[in-house]
């Protein structure tokens, strides 16, 4: 649960820069909530897919 939640909070933060800068450098508007809504969503599946593709190592 605590992987979901960071990869939320990133996904959001790095979301809200990425959007900014190409709002700034493209001439549009910023939408906050669509700059941090739609990275979180997307880190959260890619990080649930990729877990169901890489096993953990064994501990021996």
Known sequence: MAKQLTILVWGAIYGEVIGYVLSALGGTTFDPAMSAVIPAIGGLI????????VKSPEKK
């Not at 890619?46 to 593709?53: D, V």
């Open 46 to 53: 890619a990080i649930n897919l990729l877990s169901l593709f």
